[in-house]
């Protein structure tokens, strides 16, 4: 079990490459969350793609289905694109000194 404060610095991240592969809607990204390893409710996700959307990273379109009720579908933006690398780039330097400072002998 991933720690919760460990998590809540990367989960906006992780949402961001998953809706960057396909156009999706919240229930499907917690369950792709879920079945990636990481047990991660509802209520955690839906703040979270607000969020996101609110920074531009996102974008949504509600749509019918034919099973239910109206689901909102969500897409990656372009500036959502460029927090996906910013974010590689800082977790691989964050990632080297982690790394280093784990390997010291004491």
């Known amino acids: 079990m991933i720690s919760s404060q460990l998590l809540k610095g990367v989960l906006d991240s992780c949402?961001?490459?998953?809706?960057?592969?396909?156009?999706?809607?919240?229930y499907l990204i917690v369950q792709e969350l879920n079945d990636l390893g990481l047990e991660i409710q509802e209520g955690t996700v839906y703040p979270i793609l607000l969020r996101l959307e609110k920074k531009g990273f996102l974008k949504s379109e509600r749509r019918t289905s034919d099973i239910g009720p109206v689901r909102k579908y969500l897409?990656?933006?372009?500036?959502?694109?460029?927090?996906?690398?910013?974010?590689?780039?800082?977790?691989?330097?964050?990632?080297?000194?982690?790394?280093?400072?784990?390997?010291?002998?004491?």
Request: aromatic share 6%; net charge negative; hydrophobic share 40%.
């Open 75 to 106: 897409s990656i933006t372009d500036e959502g694109l460029k927090e996906i690398e910013r974010f590689k780039d800082e977790w691989s330097i964050l990632e080297n000194i982690v790394d280093k400072i784990m390997d010291i002998e004491v």
């Open 15 to 26: 949402i961001l490459k998953i809706v960057s592969c396909k156009e999706t809607y919240g």
